[in-house]
């Protein structure tokens, strides 16, 4: 018979390097479900192109009801996640859906990305977003092309899960870079970050449902952590699987 290992210490500390999320019922003690979300994130923070593992965490609050995980450049959700807390009240009686929540920060990250895309392709040809739409017959068709092509390619490496419970239940949505949010509540979990086909791999092979318990709910979030690690170069020394 398997027991819980303890989670602050030893091999699932060091193990946690990317995000995975599944939400779940649980029955309390007067026999009502209960919704909620269970989360895990590593330590692991990237800075332009220097990675390190401060104590600090990795999910923040965006309201009283959501919270964000992060992958990819922190510098970008630093700036996004401080425009968008005070839109969403997070000290105020106001009181977000979680979609409204992963909508907010989804804008954030469209609106940075285009900014830098300005400052990047275009300020460099003495062009702003505006001078580009208005004059694009005024210049050679290559152009136009080359610099729609840049601006469709251009990334700023960030990805975020925003996730919650609200009146309507719970849910997890996962925000591109692009500003695209993809709701998976339907699926039951999400993943990011650079193991996160590794770690999704492990919640479809065990096939998984948000009518799991949360113990063995919890033995699968980090399992599927411990299989993105294992992407990341780093494998753990134990492997957990729920039954």
């Known amino acids: 018979m398997e027991t819980i290992p303890d989670l602050r210490r030893g091999p699932f500390r060091d193990s946690l390097r990317r995000h995975a999320i599944c939400q779940w019922n649980e029955i309390n003690p007067s026999g009502l ?12 923070l990237t800075a332009s192109d220097i990675q390190y593992e401060p104590p ?30 005070p839109q969403l009240g997070v000290t105020t009686s106001n009181t977000p859906t979680i979609l409204d929540a992963a ?7 469209s609106e940075y990305r285009k900014r830098e895309a300005e ?4 300020k460099p040809l003495g062009l702003t977003f505006d001078d580009f739409n208005a004059h694009q017959n005024d210049l ?29 239940g719970p849910h997890i949505y996962v925000i591109r870079d692009t500003g695209t949010v993809d709701c998976h509540d339907f699926v039951g979990f999400a993943a990011i970050g ?9 919640f479809m092979f065990a096939k998984y ?19 993105s690690g294992g992407c990341a170069g780093r494998w753990s020394r134990h492997r957990y699987v729920p039954r």
């Open 33 to 44: 479900y209960v919704p909620m979300v269970v989360g895990v994130a590593d330590r692991m």
């Open 56 to 85: 600090q965490k990795k999910i923040r609050a965006l309201s009283k009801t959501a919270v964000v995980m992060i992958a990819g450049n922190a510098a970008v959700h630093s700036r996004v996640a401080t425009a968008v807390w």
């Open 103 to 109: 909508e907010a920060y989804a804008q954030g990250l």
């Open 119 to 122: 400052q990047l392709i275009l």
């Open 140 to 168: 050679a068709p290559q152009t136009v092309d080359q610099i729609n092509g840049a601006l469709r390619r251009f990334r700023i490496e960030a990805e975020a899960i925003v996730a919650g419970v609200d009146g309507l």
């Open 194 to 202: 650079i193991g996160a086909s590794h770690a999704a791999s492990q």
């Open 209 to 227: 449902s948000r009518d799991w318990d949360f113990p063995r709910t919890l033995f699968l979030a980090f399992s599927g952590q411990e299989e």
